[in-house]
């Protein structure tokens, strides 16, 4: 099952619900990562092998560009508009069970 890392722009409440549902979630405010660079945040999320979750789409998306174009890997990153918490964790649930984790590594996904 892919392991998610959300970024801090992504609802801090969703953790407990996902959690709830069996998913394996760490947040940045959980890893004491708040006020990283969206650049440390995905090196986070790469350094332990979780597929980041974010609403900032334009920076990810330039994150996604470069990593790919140098080359570098990453376990995947999905993107989102800001949305409410039910909707996130209904589009999210179904991703991560929809999902294999080797199906996401390298690649970006909307949400």
Do not use: C
Not at 13 to 42: C, H, M, P, W
Not at 43 to 55: D, G, Q, V
Not at 59 to 66: A, G, N, P, S, V
């Amino acid at each position: 099952m892919i392991k998610i890392y959300l970024d801090e722009d992504v609802h801090q409440k969703a953790v407990y619900s996902l959690r709830a549902k069996g998913f394996d979630i760490l947040s940045t405010v959980e890893a004491n990562n708040k006020g990283l660079t969206d650049r440390e945040q995905l090196e986070y999320a790469i350094s332990m092998e979780r597929t980041i979750l974010t609403f900032n789409i334009r920076d990810y998306m330039r994150l996604y560009k470069e990593y790919n174009t140098e080359g570098r890997k990453h376990f995947g990153i999905i993107v989102s508009p800001q949305i409410n918490i039910s909707t996130l964790i209904k589009k999210l649930s179904i991703k991560i069970m929809s999902t294999k984790p080797e199906n996401i590594y390298n690649q970006i996904f909307w949400l």
